[in-house]
Nanobody, 120 residues
Framework: VQLVESGGGLVQPGGSLRLSCAAS????????MSWYRQAPGKERELVAQ????????NYADSVKGRFTISRENAKNTVYLQMNSLRPEDAAVYYC??????????????WGQGTQVTVSS
């Protein structure tokens, strides 16, 4: 199993970035996908999530209206479009694949993260 994030970098406040997470080693369309972020000294927090079919999304209040999560199951890739970026959005962004097993429990896979810096 591999999740590889890309697209992070330095952007000015008000700017945009598009993060990608390429998945391999599991049946991508059966897994929900999430983006989390972790800033220095803070706990990792959920930013956005999308179900396997892509029809249901949820967002943290802090990013609603600015970030959009989407997925292309044919490409085994999930995206996070981030607009109107603020300094407080700066963090390492991680993607996570999750699957609720019919036998009970949840399977989670994590990527290594990509750094997003928002600064003028």
């Amino acid at each position: 199993v591999q999740l590889v994030e890309s697209g992070g970098g330095l952007v000015q406040p008000g700017g945009s970035l598009r993060l990608s997470c390429a998945a391999s080693g599991f049946t991508f369309s059966r897994y929900g996908m999430s983006w989390y972020r972790q800033a220095p000294g803070k706990e990792r927090e959920l930013v956005a999530q999308i179900n396997g079919a892509g029809g249901t999304t949820n967002y943290a209040d802090s990013v609603k209206g600015r970030f959009t999560i989407s997925r292309e199951n044919a490409k085994n890739t999930v995206y996070l479009q981030m607009n109107s970026l603020r300094p407080e959005d700066a963090a390492v962004y991680y993607c996570k694949a999750w699957f609720a097993s019919p036998l009970g429990g949840v399977v989670n896979y994590w990527g290594q993260g990509t750094q997003v810096t928002v600064s003028s």
